[in-house]
């Protein structure tokens, strides 16, 4: 996921927000003043054991440009391991 938008001085910038593959499926919130957020506990618990492990691991990227010029699908690929 990614938010780009015209920040200071008419320069482009963006935040893109990309689950490790170990942790899709999560729900999703984004809204139109700049959060995203992946909540793994929306709706649902989870009843580890000791020992147990539950995966959460996001990217986080701040990238100049919109998210074209900043190439956030290819990013995508790197991580995911198909770039």
């Known amino acids: 996921m990614d938010f780009s938008s015209t920040i200071t ?11 490790y593959p170990s942790a899709q499926g999560f729900p999703w919130f984004v809204a139109d003043w700049g959060t995203l957020t ?8 989870y009843a580890l054991k000791q020992g147990d492990v539950l995966d959460f691991a996001v990217r986080f990227v701040v990238h100049d440009g919109d998210a074209e010029e900043a190439d956030v699908a290819g990013l995508w690929g790197d991580l995911i391991g198909e770039g």
């Open 9 to 19: 001085a008419g320069r482009q910038a963006g935040a893109a927000l990309f689950p």
């Open 38 to 45: 992946v909540n793994p506990m929306a709706g649902k618990g």
